[in-house]
């Protein structure tokens, strides 16, 4: 199964997207990202994707900077008005929102570590424009603090203008490139009566089977006598799981190494964090039939 390819469209970010020095520079940091991922342990990588939560956590994360900040900008401008007493205010939402940057950050490279194609340049973009806003916020809060308040807030305003501009990069990542968006294959609706989709005969004890419901990618698993049925897609970019490898009752994606059991469909591993569809299987006369799972 190929990966899908991003429609090749014209507007700035996708010329961005397509730029070849952005694209050699994320290649090159990804290989350092990743080792630094690997030294902390698969756990904690699976936590920084959200795996544990069935959320990705990069998104929830990011409230925290974008809301701190939006209240700096709202006190600094009162401040230049005239209210002097928002000062206080003004600097504490600052400083909350450096401490909910350096979090966000580091969900943001373990999701970014696994990013392919353009998707992985405009990543590094969007993770470019937010460092900078991060270190514009930095020296803004060291300004205000040695009382070189004025430069402070001019500070503070550029932090912001950086982090609205990756703010874009990181809704065209999600919206308009589907990362870290739940990948469920066509958008078709599953059978809801049994429909038959493979000989029995056909399904070897221990092998997968990829099969089609209704137009809804199936993969079917045999142990002994219980069958397994569940989406072929993977939910962490569309990888197909009927040519990944299956171990402790669990199927591991080819792609990016997302693992889902087979019991229930959870995800256990990331990058993934989305469980996978499960369906219900049984042999009738020979023939393996699938449905959804009744609600
Ligand atoms: S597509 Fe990335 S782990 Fe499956």
């Given at each position: 199964m190929e990966k899908l390819e991003t429609p090749s469209t014209d507007r700035p970010v996708d010329r961005l997207a397509r730029w070849a020095p952005l694209a050699s520079a994320a290649d090159a940091w990804q290989s350092v990202v990743k080792k630094v991922l690997e030294s902390a342990g698969p756990a904690v990588v699976d936590a920084l994707h959200g795996t544990p939560l069935g959320h990705p956590l990069h998104p929830l994360l990011t409230d925290v900077p974008v809301g701190a900040w939006t209240v700096t900008a709202v006190l600094d401008a009162l401040e230049l008005a005239?209210?002097?007493?928002l000062a206080a205010g003004a600097d504490a939402s600052l400083a909350i929102g450096i401490g909910g940057a350096v979090l966000a950050a580091t969900a943001g490279w373990a999701d970014w570590s696994d990013a392919d194609g353009e998707a992985k340049s405009l990543g590094l973009a969007h993770a470019g424009l937010n460092a900078v806003a991060l270190g514009a916020y930095a020296a803004a809060l060291l300004l205000r603090r040695n009382g070189n308040r004025e430069t402070g807030i001019a500070l503070g305003m550029i932090g912001y203008a950086f982090v609205s501009a990756a703010g874009y990069l990181g809704g065209e990542l999600s919206f308009?490139?589907?990362?870290?968006v739940r990948q469920t294959g066509e958008p078709v609706t599953p059978p809801t009566d049994f429909v038959t989709v493979l000989d029995?005969?056909?399904?070897?004890?221990g092998a997968m089977h990829r099969v089609e419901a209704q137009g809804v990618p199936v993969l079917l698993y045999r142990e002994g006598e219980t069958i397994s049925a569940l989406s072929?897609?993977?939910?962490?970019?569309?990888?197909?799981?009927?040519?990944g490898s299956v171990k402790d009752g669990c199927v591991t994606c080819p792609w990016h190494g997302s693992t889902f059991r087979f019991?229930?469909?959870?995800?256990?591993?990331?990058?993934?964090v989305f469980p996978v569809s499960r369906y219900e299987a049984r042999i009738v006369q020979g023939k393996i039939q699938v449905r959804a799972l009744a609600g």
């Open positions: 005239g209210k002097d007493d308009g490139r589907g990362v870290g029995a005969g056909e399904l070897a004890e072929a897609v993977c939910t962490h970019a569309g990888g197909p799981l009927d040519e019991s229930d469909g959870a995800a256990v591993h990331g990058p993934a």
